[in-house]
């Protein structure tokens, strides 16, 4: 499918008097303006919704061309759905084997629980609805520090036991979400391998820096949303050429995949949205899982959501990435800018990994013997 580029904003454009949250606020669609932008999105006069199968989407190139030149049309997204008719257990092209199966249940579980030691991902500039987490490695956020995993040391020294073994499941998530992709994209996975080769990152599920790197790592992080979750129209700021996007819906209350959630009438997804080439990925009625590959930094895009909450289900997505912020910090690192440095405080720079978080709470826990 070619699509040409006419920038198209979804919901109107405001801009904040000022930084302040509520100020910020203000610029989010009202309900009046989601209905309208859900009412834009299914007109068929003005946006193709995608519910099924495979496509390829490119940018139709429209420029004029000289004598001998071929048209060169750019990647956008790679969107395959997997229906829950061929989540079976008989094995066979763009099918899942039961042990596959098994594997995405567990890797919903393993996201619904990792949310008990980490926080939301607090961005009112860019989230108007709904919860985003992310796990892996980042950047400085404290004095001192070069680069450190996102981590709630408040939630894990009351659970640390819990902690260290969601942790240990973090190898078996990596080997799973590789294969999801790999299945469907080899050389987008093997292009993102690479990258993260090359600029000595670890992968999301490493617990600290310097951890034998193993074949299935292609990601420094992972975000992942629920609770009927909806965002700015945007660009990611990624090094990566692509960003893997898996989406599926679960049990908000047990994070249990729930494949067949479309045979529930009351129950309505979100949509994926490319608003300038006026495509939408219709997640409505989401039958069994859906797999996008995508170039996210140079197409805008969005999840639109203007379903009720459901008392049961939910959405939930995931998406791999290499950011730039994560980049420049372990280049950094690796480059030694760091070395025989003290901070401006007199204190020894230090990495924020999992054996920095498990020291700082048992140190804490002395203090307050």
């Not at 599920?205 to 992080?221: F, I, K, R, W």
């Amino acid at each position: 499918m070619k699509r040409e580029y006419v920038k198209y904003d979804l919901y109107p454009v405001r801009h904040a008097k000022n930084a302040s949250t509520e100020e910020v606020r203000k610029t989010h669609p009202t309900p009046e303006e989601f209905e309208a932008a859900e009412t834009a999105l299914l007109d068929r006069g003005q946006f193709t919704l995608i519910k099924d199968g495979r496509l390829v989407l490119y940018e139709k190139d429209v420029s004029v061309l000289k004598p001998g030149e071929k048209r060169k049309h750019k990647f956008i997204a790679y969107i395959e759905f997997t229906s829950s008719a061929y989540l079976t257990t008989e094995d066979g092209p763009h099918k899942l084997s039961t042990i596959q199966l098994e594997n995405l249940s567990f890797l919903s579980h393993f996201l619904f629980q990792c949310r008990n030691y980490i926080s939301t991902v607090q961005s009112v500039a860019k989230i108007f609805r709904g919860y985003m987490w992310t796990i892996g490695w980042r950047k400085s956020q404290t004095e001192g520090e070069m680069a450190g995993r996102y981590v709630d040391t408040g939630k894990i020294s009351s659970d640390t036991f819990y902690y260290m073994e969601n942790l240990m499941e973090a190898f078996r998530a990596g080997d799973i979400i590789h294969d999801l992709f790999h299945s469907i994209a080899d050389t987008a996975v093997l292009g993102m391998k690479t990258l993260l080769k090359d600029c000595n990152l670890p992968g999301f599920n490493h617990l600290n820096l310097g951890n034998t790197p193993v074949d299935t790592d292609m990601a420094s992080n992972l975000a992942f949303t629920m609770n009927e979750f909806s965002n700015r129209p945007h660009n990611d700021t990624d090094v990566s050429k692509h960003a893997f996007l898996f989406l599926t819906n679960v049990d908000k209350n047990t994070g249990e995949i729930q494949l067949n959630s479309h045979l529930d009438p009351s129950f309505q997804g979100p949509f994926f949205v490319f608003p300038d080439h006026r495509v939408a990925v219709d997640l409505r009625k989401l039958d069994g899982i859906c797999r996008i590959v995508f170039a996210a930094g140079e197409f805008r895009h969005c999840t639109h959501n203007n379903q009720p909450t459901h008392k049961k289900l939910t959405s939930m997505g995931f998406s791999l990435q290499i950011t730039k912020s994560c980049v420049d910090a372990f280049k950094k690192i690796c480059n030694g800018f760091y070395d025989g440095k003290l901070t401006k405080s007199g204190k020894e720079y230090y990495i924020g990994d999992c054996s920095h978080t498990l020291k700082k709470i048992k140190e804490d826990h002395k203090k307050n013997l």
